[in-house]
């Protein structure tokens, strides 16, 4: 059995749960790049990879995103400033359709790169926040609003500019999700 390379200086450099789970995320990413997309999925997904990057520009410099847990007592939440949001599996949030999407629009394994620090919820979680680009994010990542980022928005008057591109990336999603059943 040849054993690729990367699992190897993962094992090395990453905690066990966090390697583990990138050697099982980036074996899925590479099943999902050898898939034949049809066409509706290629443009949905391309679709999905562009509202992402603009859903994170529209977010850009709020701070409700970076301090929800700060000063929580219990790992993985209080670990590292940011949120609750990120606390989660990675499986959970890299579905199989998430990992299809982000696939056919051009994510690859090899740009799933993730911080060497302790794993505190997400693979991809570090001190710094999330150490992916937001167009090779999963799309529930990018999507979700909790109740300090909708009042920071609406403080800020964006919060309906945001919501749209929000429904736009859910109902791009909805379908891309019905091409694959």
Request: glycine share 8%; hydrophobic share 35%.
């Amino acid at each position: 059995m040849i054993i690729p390379v990367r699992n190897l200086v993962d094992r090395v450099r990453q905690p066990k749960s966090r390697a583990d789970e990138l050697i099982e995320l980036r074996r899925r990413f590479d099943r999902a790049a050898g898939e034949e997309p049809d066409d509706e999925q290629l443009e949905l997904a391309r679709e999905l990879r562009s509202l992402r990057g603009q859903i994170s520009a529209a977010l850009g410099g709020v701070s409700a995103c970076g301090t929800c847990t700060k000063g929580v007592d219990y790992p993985p939440e209080g670990t590292f400033d940011g949120g609750h949001c990120c606390s989660g599996n990675t499986d959970y949030v890299f579905s199989d359709e998430e990992v299809a999407s982000l696939a056919f629009a051009g994510t690859r394994a090899r740009h799933l790169r993730a911080p060497t620090t302790e794993h505190a919820g997400c693979a991809f979680r570090g001190e710094l926040g999330c150490t992916l680009t937001a167009e090779d994010r999963p799309n529930v990542c990018t999507r979700y609003m909790c109740r300090d980022l909708r009042r920071e928005l609406f403080e800020r008057g964006d919060v309906m500019a945001v919501q749209h591109l929000v429904d736009q990336l859910e109902d791009r999603y909805a379908r891309f999700f019905a091409t694959r059943r």
